[in-house]
């Protein structure tokens, strides 16, 4: 099959397309999937940049969208479309995937929509509900509102919580999506000190969850943006990895939990939980549209390079797909 | 009658001997009691220090034990013995305490022994089990192993859970009382690295709850200590407040959750919910000594000022106890 594995020039690791790689064999407890479509994500830049294959495997991509051609399972049967996190693989003609971590494709959804979901939208819920503890009147705050998991977790809040929804981006066009998705309060970084304006908005009180991409070049302006009981949640230090004195004191004086997390490392079992948990509480959302990928650019799965160089690029608002022709 | 309350010398506070303070007024949802001890807490030495005066009470101290003297509540007749969290007002004759924080106090336990119960193993409970979500079978390591809350917290581990239990001390007095309560790893920090010492005895996989009261000192060899979705729990900065150079993708790359927390400020509601659960979980376990406060000392109520600075020179195993002569 033809697919995207990470090839060695010395210790420089670049993509490069293997027209004869291996099928994947399917184990019990797993679905071979014919991909249909792949997405982009920030560990496959990793993996690319630091040249360590993750789960060991030389094939990029953690999700797919495609329809079953090989399982035992009764609930997916071959012929069914399918989406969900893979360990791996994903760029690819075929893939394998854990039962645990199949989710049903809607009808209304395109295949090219099914790979914009898994890793942003579990991402999302798994940041707002199971760590940041988000309760239905309560509010958060979005870094990156027009990123994939930025997107997903506005989606979500409104539509699972009535909490107050602030977000922060960097021009007038990605707070644009974010207010059709439903912010409250939208805040271009470049103009105005995110902290001041949260401080001002809810009343000196801070908001109760912070979902943060960025790292050390917020974490000042995020304590100082964040309420007592706050849940700050780190899923991404696109600002930087050192914080320069840190003030243990106003952890404990706001009584602040502060939780680093990355979805891909995290064992079957977990990703099977949080897919079983999301489905029940989002598919009838999906259906009616309620909730909805963004998607940014569609690639076909040859030009993943470029593909994630415009990722690392930062202009996208919403996913970038990688397309398989068949 | 007579209390201890915070007095103020141009901006320095002192504690001063009050013969004519006010009895407390009982409000509805309230017991009164007639203090038969209270105990000693940094949350009071901070008030001394600070001047400021905890929930506006002039008078120190946030636990007692005595004897129920007015109520209307079923459960805590008058003539009841209880032990509980008071809003201050803890130095002194008389106090008066919220309902759901009254606990009752078994007959096996003296006075002395009862008002050195609440505020330990209630912050050790809910630093263990509500943020450090200990598990039966993990591990847990809690520095100031032989302070109040630390030989609460390893006796709550040992009694409710399996965990291994590391501590660290700063002497081998202290170590060996540390060692009578059932702790597996005992570490003098004076003569070796802790978190060597629990890199080695984890085989490399670090401990799964860390409980701190030091700070800023520790915090590089508690992110080494720590293992993969730790939780490391900030109960005291006796080590200083400020960390320079916090490392963001430590938490990240190990899911690390930090919690910073203090008991004293909570709401009502919170020490009430906590109170019924330790209650619940624990008043067999006191009432066959299988579980004990650990005191150190008993000074006269009027020997307060004695007493804080006892406690301030870090001298003490277990806590430093006031006894209401009547």
Redo the contacts between chains.
């Keep these: 099959m033809r697919a995207i594995e990470l090839s060695f020039d010395g210790n420089q690791a670049g993509l490069k397309i293997n027209d004869t790689a291996a099928v994947p064999v399917r184990k019990k407890g797993q679905l071979l999937i014919q991909v249909q479509a792949a997405a982009v994500n920030r560990t496959d830049l990793v993996a690319k940049e630091t040249g360590n294959l993750p789960k060991g495997n030389p094939i990029l991509g953690v999700e797919v969208s495609g329809t079953v051609v090989a399982s035992e399972s009764a609930r997916f049967p071959c012929g069914t479309r399918v989406m969900g996190l893979v360990n791996g693989g994903g760029y690819a003609e075929y893939a394998v995937m854990n039962v645990g971590n199949a989710m049903p494709l809607s009808e209304q959804l395109t295949f090219e929509e099914g790979a914009a979901i898994p890793e942003v939208f579990l991402t999302a819920y798994q940041t707002l509900f199971w760590?940041g503890k988000l309760q239905a009147t309560e509010s958060v705050l979005i870094h990156a509102g027009a990123s994939g998991v930025g997107t997903a977790a506005i989606q979500l809040a409104k539509q699972l919580t009535s909490a107050k929804i602030f977000v922060t981006a960097s021009s007038s066009a990605k707070l644009e999506l974010c207010q059709s998705l439903g912010v409250d309060v939208l805040i271009n970084y470049h103009e105005e000190d995110f902290s001041q304006r949260i401080i001002q908005e809810t009343l000196g009180q801070g908001v109760n969850v912070i979902l943060d991409f960025i790292?050390?070049s917020y974490?000042e302006k995020n304590l100082a943006s964040i309420g007592t009981d706050g849940h700050l949640i780190?899923?991404?230090?696109l600002g930087g990895?050192?914080?320069?004195?840190?003030?243990?004191?106003?952890?404990?004086?706001?009584?602040?939990?502060?939780?680093?997390?990355?979805l891909t490392p995290?064992s079957d079992a977990y990703k099977a939980e949080l897919t079983k948990e999301f489905v029940a509480k989002t598919s009838e959302l999906f259906a009616v549209s309620k909730l909805r990928p963004i998607i940014d650019a569609v690639f076909e799965l040859e030009k993943a390079e470029e593909a994630q160089q415009y990722m690392a690029s930062n202009k996208n608002k919403g996913k970038i797909i990688l397309k398989v022709s068949n």
Tied chains: 1, 2.
């Design positions: 760590l790292g050390a974490w780190l899923i991404g230090i990895t050192i914080v320069q004195d840190v003030n243990l004191m106003t952890l404990l004086q706001k009584r602040i939990t502060v939780s680093g997390t990355l995290r």
